[in-house]
Every structure is written in structure tokens, then in C-alpha cells.
């Protein structure tokens, strides 16, 4: 039985979250919208501000409706967006309407698809079981003080969700063909090779680290990690950076870096990686290693949870979504360690683009999607 009273509408909250500047790490105003919107559809809201800078402060929340015996289902995302850069055609945070979209700056990163969930939920507010909302400020910047940290709020609190949609904007061409059921994993890594500065016309005085580096390198790139797996394209190892920063035309210097990014599929961890390439630069004197790792491969292989996600877009839409892990890292690299995860949401063509824009039409759809998404995860679809 769908719930009948007057509820807020996507556009207008979509507009409203867009209207509250929220780059990264988030705070306030935007979380102010939210609440009011949730507790107005009998959400019982909790908010915590955790850390300093420079990665802080981060405002997270926690919003939860109980109805009786029933699953727990929850949607997670981020109020956070990236700086919207210059040559805007409207104000990035003045939601503008124009030719059938919404402009502004989260659009459907990830602001409408929370809009959109939240409406989903105050529609289908007579469903058994459990609802929450986890909601954070800070995915699109370090994520030291997000949703790990929300998670430990969680725990404290007995706070275990059944399955959980994130909301992130999934789709590639038209809303509804592309499902995430998991994401590849991330390792950024820094090298140096240590030397000793000389003057050129004399080299046995020096010992230069930039041919060592180029061997380094070399050995890197020469590295194929695997060929791929059912539901992961390979892995992948690119050199982001090359620096000496030597001025002087007539100097060997006494230090070379670089940094490689590497992005892994479930045939590998970051702590596997990490000592690959450590042994390959400790081969080289004076070659040093720091890694750090981003986030873990996982995959919620195909089941209930996307079978849910994959019928409410095809009773809405018509489409058949494609199961991807396609992408890059989201904070469903956490979330997947409560419960299994997928990720479906808007159209991705103009995130983190100037004049990002979301279809008004899409909003409404995205809307109906969630809501059949609730009636058959909840158990009356």
C-alpha cells in the first residue's frame, strides 16, 4: 500500500540540495535540507561531525525508520561534491532549469539520486522492516572522516543493514543500463631513488639515480597482471609521474621520483601489489617504496540484491541492465563489509563536468525505480 499524503518532490529537493554549496568535506546547510526532508517522512536522524583539517571537518548521517519485523534496507551516498571550476553558464550552486534538465553542481552527483531515494521512501512509508539513510561529506575528498567513520557510529549503535543501494550515478547512455555489482581496487604508489649530486664531466664522482629509476620503471611497465575475470576487466598499471626537477644543465642530481596508480581486480589485494613493486625498486640501490591503498576490490556477485535493482528498472524503464564493475572506487568499497552492495543511479555523462545537468524526466523515473526497488526488497512488490 503506497502512502498517499503530501511529500516533498524530487525536483524541488533536488533543487534545494543543489541550492546549499557543499564541496568537499561537506558540512551544515546541506545536511539541514536532508534532515528536515527525512524527519518530515518519520526518519529518525542522527548527524556527527567528526575530525580536523586539513581532511575535516566531515559531517555524516544516520537516518532510520522502523516499521515492525521486516529486512533492513539501506541507501547510501554522499552530499559532497567536487569545485565546480570556472566558466559555469549558470552559478554552479543556483539550480537552473533549461531545456527539460537541472543544472547545478551535484546534479547527479550525487544529489539528485539522494533526493530521489528519500522521496522513494516518504512515498512507500507504510512498507514493513527497516529504512536508513547513510549519508556522508566527504567521498569525493580523502574520506579519512567518512563513512568509516559512519560506519563506527553504526556499530556503536547495532546498526546492521540487511542489503544497501548506493546511490552513485551508475548509468552510461540512458538511466537504467548499467548496474554496479562491484568495483576494482586502487593503490597509488610513490618511488624515489636516492643519489649523489656531481657535475657531469665527472660522473665517477656522482652516482646518478635517474638511470636506476628508468630501470624501475621499465620492469613496471613491463608487468601484465592478469587477463581479466568474468566480472572484472584487468588490472591495470600506469605511471601518473616522472620528476627530477633538475635545473642546472651541467648537474647529475642526487634524486629521481615517480608515482604509479594501479587498478586491481579480485585476483589481487593491495598488500599483494605493493610488494610486487617494492621488490623490483628495492632491486635498485637507493630505491625506496610508499604505498598507499585506496580501497579493496569486492564484488556482490549476482543475486537477490541485483536481481531487486535489475526488476524495478525493468517494470519502470523496459531495460534489461548490464552488470558492471566498470569505474572507479566509491565508498561502496567500504560499505560492502556490512553487507552485499550495488550501486544504481542517474546518468554519469556530466559528472564532475562544468554545467553538470540532470533529465528532470529521469528524476521522476529514478524516483519510481527506488520505489519499486523498496516494494520488492521490502517484501511487497
Known amino acids: ?23 568537499t568535506p561537506a558540512t551544515g546547510a546541506v545536511f539541514d535540507v536532508l ?61 537552473t532549469r533549461a531545456g527539460g534538465l537541472l543544472y547545478g553542481r551535484g546534479a547527479v552527483d ?10 522513494a521512501a516518504a512515498q512507500e512509508s507504510a512498507l514493513p522492516g527497516t529504512v536508513s539513510f547513510l549519508i556522508t561529506g566527504d567521498e569525493e575528498g580523502a574520506a579519512t572522516y567518512g563513512t568509516p567513520v559512519l560506519m563506527q557510529h553504526m556499530a556503536a549503535r547495532g546498526v546492521v543493514p540487511d542489503l544497501c543501494l548506493v546511490g552513485e550515478p551508475t548509468s552510461a547512455n540512458r538511466l537504467g543500463d548499467v548496474v554496479k555489482i562491484g568495483r576494482r581496487g586502487s593503490v597509488n604508489m610513490w618511488i624515489a631513488v636516492e643519489g649523489v649530486q656531481g657535475h657531469v664531466a665527472y660522473p665517477h664522482l656522482a652516482d646518478n639515480p635517474a638511470p636506476r629509476l628508468l630501470r624501475i620503471l621499465t620492469a613496471i611497465d613491463a608487468i601484465v597482471l592478469d587477463e581479466g575475470t568474468d566480472w572484472f576487466q584487468p588490472s591495470n598499471i ?100 556490512l553487507c552485499p552492495v550495488v550501486e544504481f543511479g542517474l546518468n554519469n555523462a556530466t559528472m564532475h563536468k562544468r554545467d553538470e545537468a540532470v533529465a528532470i524526466a529521469d528524476l521522476d523515473t529514478l524516483t519510481a525505480i527506488y520505489a519499486d526497488f523498496l516494494r520488492r526488497t521490502l517484501g511487497a512488490a
Open 238 to 337: 600506469e605511471i601518473t609521474d616522472i620528476h627530477i626537477g633538475n635545473p642546472s644543465t651541467n648537474t647529475i642530481p642526487a634524486r629521481a621520483t615517480a608515482r604509479i596508480s594501479i587498478r586491481f581486480n579480485d585476483q589481487h589485494s593491495g598488500a599483494s601489489l605493493t610488494e610486487i613493486i617494492r621488490t623490483i625498486v628495492e632491486r635498485e640501490q637507493g630505491g625506496s617504496l610508499v604505498a598507499k591503498i585506496s580501497g579493496e576490490p569486492f564484488l556482490t556477485q549476482p543475486g537477490a540484491l541485483s536481481v531487486a535493482i535489475r526488476d524495478a528498472i525493468h517494470a519502470v524503464t523496459g531495460m534489461e541492465p548490464e552488470f558492471s564493475t566498470t569505474g572507479g572506487t566509491s565508498d561502496a568499497r567500504f560499505l560492502c563489509k
Open 35 to 95: 534532515d528536515s526532508a527525512l524527519a518530515a517522512a518519520g526518519f529518525t536522524v542522527e548527524r556527527f561531525v567528526d575530525g580536523e583539517a586539513p581532511d575535516g571537518p566531515v559531517e555524516n548521517l544516520l537516518a532510520i525508520r522502523r516499521n515492525g519485523a521486516g529486512p533492513h534496507v539501506a541507501f547510501a551516498g554522499h552530499l559532497d561534491v567536487v569545485p565546480p571550476g570556472d566558466e559555469w553558464t549558470n552559478d554552479p550552486f543556483t539550480p
Open 1 to 23: 500500500m503506497h502512502d498517499t499524503s503530501p511529500h516533498i518532490d524530487t525536483l524541488t529537493l533536488a533543487e534545494a540540495l543543489i541550492a546549499a554549496p557543499s564541496v
Open 110 to 119: 550525487m544529489k539528485g539520486s539522494i533526493a530521489a531515494f528519500a522521496v
